[in-house]
């Protein structure tokens, strides 16, 4: 896990965006990058409710994040995560499992599940799974 490290952040919040201007987004920025490290740099809420429908992890203005899924998008009425996303420094990667995940927004099971390592697609097989020690 990435430690939250200290320093001057500013934060943007950004009223009536996207296709229905119906959106608030949450950005903050490391200087001149988007950048937070242990939490969200961008977040986007549902304008009626209030809740969390996006979350992004960045790094120096890069998609990325150590210790579970740097892009996440959210079906407000069902709180099912539709989208997961695992990045290093801005390339699809992970080695325990598929770095992009879809499910339905409704049901919440997978439709599907694609590996990649640093930006590469990959087979399920060639990511290196957890270590199984021997008997």
């Not at 890069?62 to 899924?69: A, F, N, Q, S, V």
């Not at 801005?90 to 694609?114: F, Q």
Request: hydrophobic content about 25%.
């Amino acid at each position: 896990m990435e430690i939250p490290e200290s320093g001057q952040y500013e934060v943007f919040i950004m009223h009536g965006i996207g296709p229905k201007n119906d959106l608030i987004r949450e950005q903050w920025f490391k200087g001149e990058h988007c950048h937070r490290i242990g939490y969200p740099a961008i977040i986007h809420y549902d304008g009626g409710s209030g809740i969390i429908v996006e979350r992004q992890y960045r790094k120096n203005s890069l998609i990325h994040r150590e210790d579970g899924p740097a892009w996440e998008k959210i079906t407000p009425q069902t709180g099912v995560t539709h989208l997961e996303e695992y990045y290093r420094d801005d390339k699809l990667h992970r080695e325990d499992g598929p770095a992009r995940i879809m499910r339905d927004p409704l049901s919440g099971d997978v439709w599907l599940e694609e590996h990649y390592l640093d930006g590469e697609p990959v087979s399920p097989h060639a990511t290196p799974g957890p270590e199984v020690p021997s008997p």
